[in-house]
């Protein structure tokens, strides 16, 4: 079965940090690119980070740009969210996605993202971030 897993997420202060895992399975990751978009209720999704598993590039929303870093282990079939310096509007459901065009240009644009290239979705995990 394809599984993407998403986990990491919990209740951390102002200022503080997290890591988010995607775990992936069933599916060859390395052909992959693997986004994190996040979702605050009443509000549109909005894609934060990606990473091109055919190079490497990695892509940030303006709004996590210095504070976020995504990077893969592909030993690992994971990839993470290193997420500092924190804010209340940080606060979100985290999803991890897979399109396997490989390169995030198809999937990733400037803090958003092409749904219809989306291949498989993990299940979210949420981040709480209080002040």
């Known amino acids: 079965d394809v599984q993407l897993q998403a986990s990491g997420g919990g209740l951390v202060q102002a200022g503080g940090s997290l890591r988010l895992s995607c775990a992936a399975s069933g599916f060859t990751f390395d052909d992959y690119a693997i986004a994190w978009l996040r979702q605050v209720p009443g509000k549109e999704r909005e894609g934060i980070s990606c990473?091109?598993?055919?190079?490497?590039?990695?892509y940030y929303a303006d709004s996590v740009k210095g504070r976020f870093t995504i990077s893969s282990d592909n030993a690992k079939s994971t990839v993470y969210l290193q997420m500092n310096s924190l804010k209340r509007e940080d606060t979100a459901v985290y999803y991890c996605?897979?399109?396997?065009?490989?390169?995030?240009?198809?999937?990733?644009?400037?803090?958003?993202?092409?749904?219809?290239?989306?291949?498989?979705w993990g299940q979210g995990t949420l981040v709480t971030v209080s002040s």
């Open positions: 996605v897979a399109d396997s065009s490989q390169t995030c240009g198809e999937l990733y644009y400037s803090g958003s993202y092409y749904p219809e290239r989306i291949d498989y």
């Open positions: 990473i091109s598993s055919s190079d490497g590039n990695t």
